[in-house]
Each structure stands twice: as structure tokens, then as C-alpha cells.
């Protein structure tokens, strides 16, 4: 198949997937649709919202429609790096054997991630990173494609190990899930409360997923679409001469410039979802607050006037 054969069976298999997804979850669209494109560009993404929204369900769904490995991982107090990674046990023939942990799956859903020590955090965070696992002096490469979406509770701070700004970084996407309007509201109670269980197909296969990942890094993108990324991260950085007096007055920190390589991946897989061949600059605008939202720090006097991390990418686009 061609590059364009294969772009335009991206965009018909994308409308397929979030037609199985919508069965299950109503409303949230904008959360799915970005979800997906972090698969698409092979990233990570975290999920932001309090109990009840569907988070678990939304990410186990997803897993089904891609026919993809799912793991499920409750982040304790307690959990050891062993409990993700693996560990070593001894055979009945008195040999070492590698019992393979979670994290050798697909999709790994890391459930409430603030909830264990960093050094746990830092176990999963360097499989997001390198894609691989060292243990016992061995090395194993974690199955292809390889995604990790977590979920944080931004309410209940009590007992939680908040992830560093540079653990944050390797999250593509941060999305923030908001509660559903009153007809979404009327849907769900309707829907969850009958003897009804929807059937969710596997319509992606890990193959395309691969396939659609390969495709992504081939498509082509105009200068003036890098440079507005670059431009639009460097604004939100205090000290930069293109700062705004909104940024210098209510920010202690900017993106780096991993925020700049995510919004050129992920403007691509927006404008191949939506049919175009190459992103313009309305395909960054379009991912940059779920980009930029993780990567840039409020100080003091913006927590305390009330300013968001939203207004000021909001006033920056």
C-alpha cells in the first residue's frame, strides 16, 4: 500500500474505533480523540479527574477495540518496582527463572500513579522511556506497540507522591476529565443500570497500529509549522524574550523542548485523523493545551490570583 492507501484507511479505522469506544463511553470525546493520537505517535498519556468519570473503563475499552494486551496496575504505598518489572524465582531444578511482571503488555494502565513511592514510579517511568526492562542483570524488550496511561486523582492529595515535572515530561498528553452534562449524565445512568452489556469489537489490529506509527514519522511538515511550535513553547518559558508580561508575571517555569517535538508528532496524527496529509498550524493549536498544560508551573502569585494553566495557553494560542 501506498503512504496516501494508508493514511486514508487510518482515517476510516480511527471513525471505526471511536464508534466501539462511544458504546461503552458516553460523551468525553475530546479525551478519546487525544488518547488516541498518543497511540498513534506511540507516546503516553495521563488522565486527570476525579473518581467516577470513567477513567478505567475508558482506557480498558480502548484496549478491546485495538485488540491489544491490557494490564491493569493499582498503584499503592506498597507496590515494589518487582511488582511491575518482575522477579526472579527459583525452579524446582534449583535454576533462576524469570517470572515476566504487568508491565510486559501492550496497553498498561498504571491506576492513581501518584500513589506510590518514587521509586516504583521511577521503575515504570524508565520502561516508558527506553521501551525495555534491565533486571537481574538481564534485558528484555518490552512487546511493540507499548503504551502506558495513567490516571491521577486531583483531589485527595493525602498519603499520594506527586510525579517530579521531569517524570511529567514523558507524558505526551495530559488530559483533564470534567464531569459529563446533564444529558451525557441522563445517558449513563440509563445505560448502566439495565441488564444491557455492550459488545466492543476489535476493529485496529497491533499490525496497523505499527503500520499507522511508521507513517506518521513520514509525514511531511511545513517550516512555518515547526517554527510556530517552537515559537508557541518558547513563549511559555518567564525568562525568553518572547515572553508575554502574562507568562513572566504568573509563571515560575516553562516547556522544554520535548513540548515542541510532541506538538509536531501529535499535529500530524490530528491532521491524519481528520484527513489531511500533512498538519498545519490549527493542528497544533488543536493539541496544544493537553501538550503544554503538564509542562509549565504557576508561582506563587498566579495560584494566588487564580490564574490557570488553561488561561495562559489559552491567551498564548
Known amino acids: 500500500m ?16 471511536k464508534k466501539e469506544v462511544a458504546k461503552v463511553i458516553i460523551g468525553q470525546d475530546q479525551v478519546v480523540h487525544e488518547l488516541i493520537l498518543s497511540i498513534l505517535t506511540g507516546s503516553h498519556a495521563l488522565l486527570i479527574g476525579v473518581p467516577g468519570l470513567a477513567k478505567t473503563l475508558m482506557v480498558h475499552t480502548l484496549a478491546q477495540s485495538l485488540g491489544l494486551d491490557f494490564k491493569r496496575i493499582q498503584f499503592t504505598p506498597d507496590l515494589m518496582p518487582s511488582d511491575i518489572l518482575g522477579t526472579e524465582i527459583l525452579d524446582e531444578n534449583r535454576q533462576f527463572q524469570f517470572i515476566k511482571g504487568p508491565v510486559f503488555s501492550n496497553i498498561i ?54 510525579l517530579p515535572e521531569a517524570q511529567l515530561d514523558r507524558f505526551m498528553f495530559a488530559l483533564v476529565l470534567d464531569y459529563p452534562s446533564f444529558e451525557e449524565e441522563v445517558e449513563v445512568v440509563k445505560s448502566t443500570t439495565i441488564n444491557n452489556q455492550a459488545h466492543v469489537n476489535a476493529v485496529v489490529s497491533k499490525e496497523q497500529i505499527l503500520a499507522y506509527q511508521e507513517l506518521l514519522r513520514r509525514v511531511p511538515v511545513a517550516d512555518n509549522v515547526i517554527e510556530y511550535a517552537v515559537k508557541l513553547v518558547g513563549k511559555t518559558r518567564p525568562k525568553s524574550d518572547q515572553a508575554s508580561k502574562l507568562v513572566k508575571d504568573y509563571l515560575d517555569w516553562g516547556a522544554g523542548p520535548r513540548a515542541s517535538q510532541n506538538l509536531i508528532l501529535a499535529a500530524k496524527a490530528n491532521a491524519l485523523v481528520n484527513g489531511k496529509f500533512s498538519p498545519d498550524i490549527e493542528d497544533v493549536q488543536a493539541v496544544a493545551k493537553g501538550i503544554l498544560r503538564h509542562r509549565i508551573l504557576l508561582n506563587y502569585k498566579g495560584e494566588a490570583e487564580g490564574v490557570t494553566v488553561e488561561n495562559i495557553i489559552d491567551e498564548l494560542i
Open 2 to 17: 501506498s503512504d496516501v492507501e494508508i493514511a486514508k484507511a487510518l482515517k476510516q479505522n480511527i471513525e471505526l474505533l
Open 109 to 162: 494502565l498504571a491506576d492513581e500513579i501518584n500513589r506510590t513511592p518514587p521509586k516504583t514510579q521511577a521503575a515504570l517511568l524508565e520502561a516508558m522511556q527506553e521501551k525495555s526492562v534491565s533486571i537481574a542483570n538481564r534485558h528484555f524488550d518490552l512487546d511493540k506497540p507499548f503504551f502506558v496511561l495513567a490516571t491521577q486523582n486531583p483531589i485527595e492529595q493525602e498519603g499520594t507522591y506527586p
